[in-house]
C-alpha cells in the first residue's frame, strides 16, 4: 500500500467536502439560470471529492507498479509547486491585476512542465488574451486591472 497517495487522497477529499460546505453554507448556489457566487466552487470540491474518492479507491485496491516510488516523489514536489504558485497567484491576483497575475501563473506551470521558454511564453500569452477576451467582452465581467489602472487615467 502506498501511504502517500492515501494521505494525500484524504487530504483532497476533506478540502472538497470543506470547499462544498463553505461555498454551499456562506456563498449560496443560487440557481441554474442565476447562479450565486458558491455555485462554481462547489462544482469544484464535488469534482475534487470524486476523484480523491477515486484515488482512495486505486490507492488500495489496485497494485502499483514497481519503479513508481520516484515519479510519485518527482509528483510531490510539483504539486508543492503548482500549490505555492496557486497561493501567490491569489494573493496577486488584485494588487497586478488578472492579465499579468494569470500570465504569470501560466508561465510557471508550463515551464515547470518542460515546456521550452518559447513556447510557454506564447501558450501563456494566447491563454491569457482567449481569457481576457472570454471574462471581459463575452461575459462582461469586470476583471482587477491592478497597478495598471494608473495607466487608464
Not at 111 to 138: E, R
Amino acid at each position: 500500500m502506498r501511504f502517500p497517495d492515501l494521505w494525500t487522497s484524504f487530504f483532497c477529499l476533506a478540502t472538497g467536502i470543506f470547499v462544498c460546505v463553505f461555498s454551499y453554507t456562506n456563498l449560496g448556489l443560487g440557481h441554474l439560470y442565476n447562479p450565486g457566487s458558491g455555485l462554481f466552487p462547489f462544482v469544484t470540491g464535488s469534482v475534487m471529492g470524486v476523484l480523491s474518492i477515486f484515488l482512495i479507491w486505486k490507492t488500495l485496491f489496485l497494485k502499483g507498479k514497481r519503479g513508481e516510488n520516484k515519479k510519485i516523489k518527482h509528483g510531490y514536489s510539483k504539486a508543492a509547486f503548482v500549490m505555492i504558485s496557486l497561493l501567490c497567484y491569489g494573493l496577486l491576483f488584485d494588487p497586478i491585476g488578472f492579465d499579468l497575475s494569470t500570465f504569470m501563473l501560466v508561465l510557471f506551470l508550463l515551464k515547470i512542465s518542460a515546456y521550452s521558454w518559447k513556447k510557454a511564453i506564447f501558450w501563456s500569452v494566447i491563454i491569457v488574451g482567449a481569457s481576457h477576451i472570454t471574462f471581459q467582452s463575452l461575459l462582461e465581467l469586470n476583471l482587477p486591472i491592478g497597478f495598471l489602472k494608473m495607466l487608464h487615467m
